[in-house]
């Protein structure tokens, strides 16, 4: 038996440290709080993406008295995305949230069903990954290598095969 151990990398910074495109994807997923449909939480989550043309998709997150029927913020952007333009990449991907007494300090990891969804459009984009920015009002995080560094062993198309190796023996 041996042991294997992983690197996940991230950038850690304050939104002023950021390019003008990554603090414009930013704004769009702060704007994208403002169609938050939350009453059940109280919790706001806005997302934005940008297309390898650079337009825009924002996302918010939608909740429903049936809890399960909700939807998160980056699952209806990235969907979004995928219904309308099938075939642009996605560049990068912003997230940012907020209560009732502002945006959140330290940034809101996205779920683990977002973070699945999220590797399936990097598939979909033919193995790009996408640029994820969690916003936070004192700290963001950059991570640039895409949704691998934040979904270790990924179930994905490739599992259902049989002679298919995990991701990490590819890394
Ligand atoms: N939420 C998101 O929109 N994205 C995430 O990645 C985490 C959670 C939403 C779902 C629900 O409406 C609220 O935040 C509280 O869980």
């Not at 980056?74 to 995305?81: I, K, N, S, T």
């Not at 004192?138 to 995990?166: D, R, W």
């Amino acid at each position: 038996m041996k042991e294997v151990s992983f690197e996940y990398k991230m950038q850690v910074c304050h939104e002023d440290e950021l390019s003008v495109e990554d603090k414009q994807l930013i704004d769009a997923a702060r704007e994208a709080c403002k169609g938050s449909y939350s009453p059940y939480s109280g919790f706001s989550v806005g997302a934005a993406l940008r297309l390898s043309d650079d337009e825009i998709i924002k996302g918010s997150n939608q909740e429903n008295a049936a809890y399960p029927s909700g939807m998160c913020a980056e699952r209806v952007a990235l969907y979004q995305a995928g219904a309308i333009h099938p075939h642009k990449t996605i560049k990068s991907l912003a997230i940012a949230a907020r209560t009732k007494d502002g945006f959140t300090s330290h940034p809101c990891p996205p779920c683990g069903a977002c973070r699945q969804v999220m590797m399936e459009s990097e598939m979909r984009n033919g193995g790009t990954p996408i640029r994820i920015i969690l916003y936070g009002t004192q700290v963001c995080y950059i991570i640039e290598g895409g949704a691998k560094f934040l979904l270790p062993l990924q179930f994905e198309k490739e599992t259902m095969n049989t002679h298919s190796q995990s991701n990490l023996h590819r890394q």
